[in-house]
């Protein structure tokens, strides 16, 4: 196992549910020493914390246990990380998957995300990584504060609520996971405005995934399919600038 372990995690203002209780994390990888390792970093953020060595207990683990947020490794020893999520997704769970990977190659990462994941680290990585990694979603998911004192952002006939994570348009709920809700709040915060790759990756990623631009294509892609199927767009591509979110006239 070549994950830098000496790495004492950076730990920033702790985190917790709104209604003060312990954010629940699930850690998944059939390498015993590295879930405890992950386990204990964690447990440092003052998270508790639950492990699985396989799929088929994480699938146990995360229907009884209901994490805010899960560490999953891609390569298990009986269904891979992919199916895992893919099944937690059928469950209904839009719980903020971090995966785990000793792949480095663009399609294996985007493999990850097209399954539903929210956001990967390449094996070696270091704990502070993956506890900062970890945080933002977190953030993202459960424990945003709004900036304004009105939570409810509207667009057109889109409209986003900051405190309860509903969107709708034209009246019609519409599912996101964390990563899909953060980067249409990024683009209703600015209608209008021109947002590019760049801008995008710092903002709803805080990192710029390498140059691995074509993760805000994919996400942007995930948007549409929701926002705009079968209606008026509202997501445009400005070509060679970025993208733009505005109402329809």
Do not use: C
């Not at 699930?26 to 020493?33: F, I, K, S, Y």
């Amino acid at each position: 196992m070549s994950t830098r372990v000496n790495d004492r995690p950076a730990q920033g203002p702790r985190l917790s549910k709104a209604d003060g209780s312990q954010i629940r994390v699930l850690v998944v990888d059939d390498e015993p020493t590295l879930a405890d390792l992950l386990a204990m970093a964690l447990r440092y953020e003052g998270w508790d914390v639950r492990t699985a060595g396989d799929g088929h207990k994480a699938l146990s683990i995360a229907r009884e246990f209901r994490p805010d947020a899960i560490v999953l490794d891609i390569m298990l020893p009986d269904i891979d990380g992919l199916q895992v999520l893919q099944r937690v997704r059928a469950d209904g769970n839009e719980t903020p998957v971090l995966f785990l990977t000793a792949k480095d190659s663009l399609d294996d990462r985007i493999a990850g995300l097209t399954a539903g994941g929210d956001d990967y680290v390449t094996k070696p990585f270091s704990l502070e990584e993956v506890v900062a990694r970890l945080r933002g979603l977190i953030r993202r998911s459960t424990l945003s504060v709004a900036d304004t004192n009105d939570p409810l952002i509207q667009v057109g006939d889109l409209t986003l609520d900051e405190d309860s994570y509903e969107v709708f348009r034209a009246g019609e709920p519409i599912e996101l996971t964390a990563t899909e809700f953060e980067l249409l709040r990024f683009l209703m915060r600015n209608p209008r405005r021109v947002l590019s790759k760049a801008q995008i990756l710092d903002r709803v990623w805080s990192y710029d995934f390498g140059g691995r631009s074509s993760v805000v294509e994919i996400y942007i892609s995930y948007l549409r399919k929701k926002i705009d199927a079968g209606r008026a767009p509202m997501i445009h591509t400005v070509r060679g600038a970025g993208y733009m979110l505005k109402a329809v006239t």
